[in-house]
C-alpha cells in the first residue's frame, strides 16, 4: 500500500508556529515515527504553500500509474476554508482522500468551522494533533483492506 501526506500552507512551520495550538514537533520529526509504525505501507510526504502545486501533486499521485497511490491525507491548512480548486481537485482523483486538522478547528476562530473540502474527502480527523495523521492513515488502510475483500 502506499500513501501521499499532503500539508498545505505553513505547515512547514510545525514546531516554531503558536506551539500552543500545533504543538512543539516539527512534522519531519513526527514522519519517521508514521513511518515506522506501518513499516508495510510506503509513505510519501509533500509540503508546498501554493494551492496549485498542492493540486499538482495530488493529480499526479490520485490517477494510479507509476506515482500513483492508494489514498491521500490531506491536511490542507487555511486552504480547506477558501479553495474550491482543492475541492475539485478532489472529487476527480481516483483514490479516497481523508482531510486532517491537527486542532480542532470548530473550536476555533468562526471562519474555521466551514471547509470546502470536506464534503470531497472521505472522512475528516481534526483535534488530534498530528496523531490525526495516523488515525487518517489507518482509516486509509481500513478501507483498502475493505476493498480486497469485496466489501463498501
Not at 470531497?120 to 490525526?132: E, K, P, Q
Request: proline fraction near 3%; charge should be negative.
Amino acid at each position: 500500500m502506499k500513501i501521499l501526506i499532503v500539508n498545505g500552507p505553513n505547515l512547514n512551520m510545525l514546531g516554531r508556529r503558536e506551539p500552543g495550538i500545533y504543538g512543539k514537533s516539527s512534522f519531519d520529526d513526527y514522519l519517521p515515527k508514521l513511518k515506522a509504525r506501518y513499516d508495510d505501507v510506503e509513505i510519501d510526504y509533500y509540503q508546498s504553500n501554493v494551492e496549485g502545486e498542492l493540486i499538482n501533486r495530488m493529480q499526479e499521485a490520485g490517477f494510479g500509474g507509476e506515482n500513483g497511490v492508494d489514498g491521500i491525507v490531506l491536511n490542507a491548512g487555511a486552504y480547506t476554508h477558501t479553495s474550491i480548486a482543492l475541492h475539485d481537485c478532489i472529487r476527480s482523483l481516483q483514490c479516497p482522500v481523508v482531510e486532517v486538522h491537527i486542532s480542532n478547528v470548530h473550536t476555533r476562530e468562526e471562519f474555521r468551522h466551514k471547509s470546502f473540502i470536506s464534503s470531497a474527502c472521505m472522512g475528516v480527523i481534526c483535534g488530534f494533533g498530528l496523531d490525526s495523521y495516523r488515525l487518517a492513515t489507518d482509516a486509509l488502510r481500513e478501507k483498502a483492506m475493505q476493498n480486497a475483500d469485496g466489501q463498501e
